[in-house]
């Protein structure tokens, strides 16, 4: 089992950057499966990145491809989102999730773990 627990939210304008990052406990932590999903209110939780134990398996949503960048640090047990050109569509509580059982996955319920999530509201 693994525990996820992100950080790096907050609010900024428009076109600013701003870096998530998430740490997990636990073990195997290099075997996961790691996303970035964000869920906005009243709107479904949304695939945002994967990237995959090794890191040559990336993917990331339509609306992000091009701004947010995924990466990860097996020794830190850490997983991060570098998110650039910030638009107000992008205010969400972003979440953390991992999994252990599959190579790649956008659905949301292919994950088995999940941080608490943190809070990112970009103002026009």
């Known amino acids: 089992q693994v525990q996820l627990v992100e950080s790096g939210g907050g609010s900024v304008q428009a076109g600013s950057s701003l870096t998530l990052s998430c740490v997990a406990s636990g073990e195997d932590f290099d075997m996961y499966l790691l996303a970035w999903f964000r869920q906005a209110p009243g709107k479904e939780r949304e695939f945002v990145a994967y990237i995959n134990w090794s890191g040559s398996g990336i993917s990331y949503g339509g609306s992000v491809g091009g701004r947010f960048t995924i990466s990860r640090d097996n020794g830190k047990q850490s997983v991060y989102l570098q998110m650039s050109a910030l638009r107000p569509a992008d205010t969400a509580t972003y979440y953390c999730?991992?999994?252990?059982?599959?190579?790649?996955?956008?659905?949301?319920?292919?994950?088995?773990?999940w941080g608490q999530g943190t809070q990112v509201t970009v103002s026009s």
């Open positions: 999730a991992a999994d252990e059982t599959r190579a790649y996955s956008t659905a949301p319920d292919d994950y088995g773990y």
